[in-house]
Nanobody, 115 residues
Framework: QVQLRESGGRLVQAGGSLRLSCAAS????????MGWYRQPPGKLRELVAE???????NYADSVQGRTTISRDNSKNTLYLQMNSLKSEDTAVYYCYGNRMGSLYWGQGTQVTVSS
């Protein structure tokens, strides 16, 4: 089992920045891809960014250029740095980890961007 716990979500003004963290615990060895999804109010969950164990990254077009995903394997933590936030970034943000084909999810953290 893998446990993931997000933190860092808060209310922020448009144009601001924040960093989300996702701490992994449990059977964290052999976690391959990790990433962030988000679910805006009334919408489906969507991919924000993902990173492989080797550090390759992929971003949604909507956040490309103003978002950075990173992972610190020594701290077992995944990060999402978001800049130039927009009202449409308002969502619950979930981190996930893929370990040997099984997906694990955190409980989510709320990000609200006020215009």
């Amino acid at each position: 089992q893998v446990q993931l716990r997000e933190s860092g979500g808060r209310l922020v003004q448009a144009g601001g920045s924040l960093r989300l963290s996702c701490a992994a615990s449990g059977r964290i060895f052999e976690i391959n891809n990790m990433g962030w999804y988000r679910q805006p109010p009334g919408k489906l969950r969507e991919l924000v960014a993902e990173i492989t164990s080797g550090g390759n990254t992929n971003y949604a077009d909507s956040v490309q250029g103003r978002t950075t995903i990173s992972r610190d394997n020594s701290k077992n933590t995944l990060y999402l740095q978001m800049n130039s936030l927009k009202s449409e970034d308002t969502a619950v943000y979930y981190c996930y980890g893929n370990r040997m084909g099984s997906l694990y999810w955190g409980q989510g953290t709320q990000v609200t961007v006020s215009s």
